[in-house]
């Protein structure tokens, strides 16, 4: 009986000491395997931060191609396509921005309302490429008389506005009274005839009080007076 006991004792010794020897080689194979598995996790990670700052970059861009084209088609519509100025809408826009900062900073400012004379006779009788010819020759010679800084722009139909800055009543008037003896020397040659046009400017002054309805229908009082005083005038002559 004590032979068999110590064989079996035996036994059981030789199987443990075999199962040591192995469980090495067992924790080697986890502990590489855990290292390769450490090993690619930052390739890995360095994959998607270059997919992101791709990803970014091209949202960027096509941000930046959206801006251009808001920017492009805001300008397109504030723009008069005839004689590329600011038409009403546009106009409107800077006055009202003139005005806040006339009100915040105290500054100064006025509004000349022009409307040309005798246009619509010279479209009837030689057409309304004639008719553009002259509005083109007048905002050219208005854009002369004025700074970089001021701006103009059409209201409608033969109706321009200016937006002069750091003026007082006195030279606001005096800018007026210039604009309207520049148009009226203008001459045209249309069928062999020659065409003058002329113009009548109404002035308001913008102040701290102002806001725009009232500084424009102001100055569209004024320049109606002014184009009926210029009418008596020439049928007096």
Do not use: C
Not at 54 to 74: K, P, V
Not at 94 to 108: G, N, Q
Not at 148 to 177: C, M, P, Q
């Amino acid at each position: 009986m004590k032979k068999k006991t110590r064989a079996a004792g035996s036994k059981a010794a030789s199987k443990a000491t075999s199962k040591a020897t192995k469980r090495p080689k067992d924790a080697a194979v986890t502990r590489k395997s855990a290292s390769g598995r450490a090993g690619t996790a930052p390739a890995g990670r360095g994959a998607v931060a270059s997919a992101d700052k791709s990803t970014i970059r091209r949202l960027r861009a096509q941000l930046a191609r959206a801006q251009a084209r808001i920017e492009e088609l805001q300008a397109t519509a504030e723009t008069d396509f005839l004689l590329d100025i600011l038409n009403r809408r546009g106009f409107e826009r800077e006055l009202t921005r003139a005005v806040a900062f006339i009100k915040r900073y105290h500054a100064t400012g006025a509004l000349i309302v022009l409307d040309v004379d005798r246009l619509k006779p010279i479209n009837d009788t030689h057409g309304h490429a004639a008719g553009d010819a002259v509005l083109k020759a007048i905002v050219a010679a208005v854009l002369d008389q004025v700074r970089a800084s001021d701006v103009i722009g059409r209201l409608g139909g033969d109706e321009f506005a200016l937006l002069l800055w750091n003026l007082s009543e006195t030279d606001a008037r005096a800018k007026a009274a210039t604009l309207e003896q520049t148009i009226d020397r203008l001459t045209f040659v249309f069928d062999g005839r020659h065409v003058r046009a002329g113009a009548s400017a109404g002035v308001a002054l913008i102040g701290a009080h102002s806001d725009i309805e009232h500084v424009l229908n102001e100055a569209d009082r004024a320049m109606y007076l002014r184009k009926a005083q210029r009418r008596h005038e020439s049928s007096g002559a």
